[in-house]
């Protein structure tokens, strides 16, 4: 399985915690993922400041990918294609790089048949400049894949995957996905780490997938972590997942604990579909 370091909180307070990673763990968590191999890194527009970091590390040594969101009023510039042409280029000159690994549609679930149709050349164009290798989409709801017809340069989707979200695995997507040969990359695997927390809080006793949840992980005597990375190795159809870290040592557990082979049932009883729980825009 595929390891890509999430920089969504990078420089940046993220979560519902509000958590940032400093620059020198930073320079740390990157040093190492890369001595072991670990060469693939996850940002946006949103929040790549990091990149003030390239004196400390060189940036050519991973595959960076990033997302954009295109808003209604940015769409509807005039000069789009010049001015996304541009914004791209002064962000690879920022990390001092040539081209995105990927470039991802932030906002997918939001933009229309108009917006996507607008925007496929635009893509196309970035990739034909050499700006970026492949493009992607970036999901909420399942709902958006019936919109994936309007890009058919799509390369890869990322959606939210764990224990408790397991919408974008169903046989009917994966064949979908598999017939388009578009790689699906797995996102939120800790839904934010909150399946990592203590399930001993009030908040979580009174929910019952939680409740479901904390039970099965006593009676099977399994740790949090390893619960969700297992899961995410169980789903082959899976290609890579994001992992958002706040330390070294965290980077140095899930590497570890990645190794292990052992094959988990995983209960429907810890699954939902309430997006009140899997859905952090509207927590």
């Given at each position: 399985?595929?390891?890509?370091?999430?920089?969504?909180?990078?420089?940046?307070?993220?979560?519902?915690?509000?958590?940032?990673?400093?620059?020198?763990?930073?320079?740390?968590?990157?040093?190492?993922?890369?001595?072991?191999?670990?060469?693939?890194?996850?940002?946006?527009?949103?929040?790549?400041?990091?990149?003030?970091?390239?004196?400390?590390?060189?940036?050519?040594?991973?595959?960076?990918?990033?997302?954009?969101?295109?808003?209604?009023?940015?769409?509807?510039?005039?000069?789009?294609?010049?001015?996304?042409?541009?914004?791209?280029?002064?962000?690879?000159?920022?990390?001092?790089?040539?081209?995105?690994?990927?470039?991802?549609?932030?906002?997918?679930?939001?933009?229309?048949?108009?917006?996507?149709?607008?925007?496929?050349?635009?893509?196309?164009?970035?990739?034909?400049?050499?700006?970026?290798?492949?493009?992607?989409?970036?999901?909420?709801?399942?709902?958006?894949?019936?919109?994936?017809?309007?890009?058919?340069?799509?390369?890869?989707?990322?959606?939210?995957?764990?224990?408790?979200?397991?919408?974008?695995?169903?046989?009917?997507?994966?064949?979908?996905?598999?017939?388009?040969?578009?790689?699906?990359?797995?996102?939120?695997?800790?839904?934010?780490?909150?399946?990592?927390?203590?399930?001993?809080?009030?908040?979580?006793?009174?929910?019952?997938?939680?409740?479901?949840?904390?039970?099965?992980?006593?009676?099977?005597?399994r740790q949090p972590l390893k619960t969700c990375l297992d899961y995410i190795k169980s789903e082959s159809?899976?290609?890579?997942?994001?992992?958002?870290?706040?330390?070294?040592?965290?980077?140095?557990?899930?590497?570890?604990?990645?190794?292990?082979?052992?094959?988990?049932?995983?209960?429907?009883?810890?699954?939902?579909?309430?997006?009140?729980?899997?859905?952090?825009?509207?927590?």
């Amino acid at each position: 399985m595929k390891i890509i370091i999430g920089t969504a909180n990078f420089l940046r307070k993220y979560t519902y915690k509000n958590q940032a990673v400093s620059k020198s763990e930073i320079i740390k968590i990157l040093n190492f993922a890369k001595s072991n191999k670990i060469n693939s890194i996850d940002t946006a527009f949103e929040y790549d400041k990091f990149y003030t970091l390239r004196k400390e590390i060189n940036f050519n040594k991973f595959l960076i990918s990033t997302k954009i969101v295109f808003t209604k009023k940015l769409l509807g510039r005039k000069n789009l294609y010049k001015d996304i042409v541009n914004s791209v280029q002064k962000k690879l000159r920022l990390f001092k790089i040539k081209k995105f690994e990927n470039l991802l549609i932030h906002n997918f679930d939001q933009l229309d048949r108009h917006d996507l149709k607008l925007l496929a050349p635009l893509l196309l164009i970035l990739k034909k400049k050499k700006l970026i290798k492949n493009i992607g989409i970036s999901v909420y709801d399942t709902n958006a894949i019936k919109k994936i017809k309007y890009l058919r340069s799509i390369n890869l989707i990322q959606a939210p995957i764990n224990l408790f979200d397991r919408r974008f695995t169903t046989k009917k997507i994966v064949n979908f996905l598999k017939k388009k040969r578009i790689k699906l990359q797995a996102r939120s695997i800790f839904l934010q780490g909150k399946l990592l927390d203590s399930f001993k809080k009030t908040s979580y006793k009174k929910n019952k997938i939680y409740a479901n949840y904390n039970s099965w992980l006593s009676e099977k005597n399994r740790q949090p972590l390893k619960t969700c990375l297992d899961y995410i190795k169980s789903e082959s159809c899976i290609n890579s997942m994001v992992i958002g870290i706040n330390n070294i040592y965290q980077l140095k557990e899930i590497i570890n604990l990645i190794k292990n082979k052992k094959k988990i049932q995983f209960p429907r009883k810890i699954q939902t579909f309430d997006k009140k729980i899997i859905d952090p825009r509207i927590w």
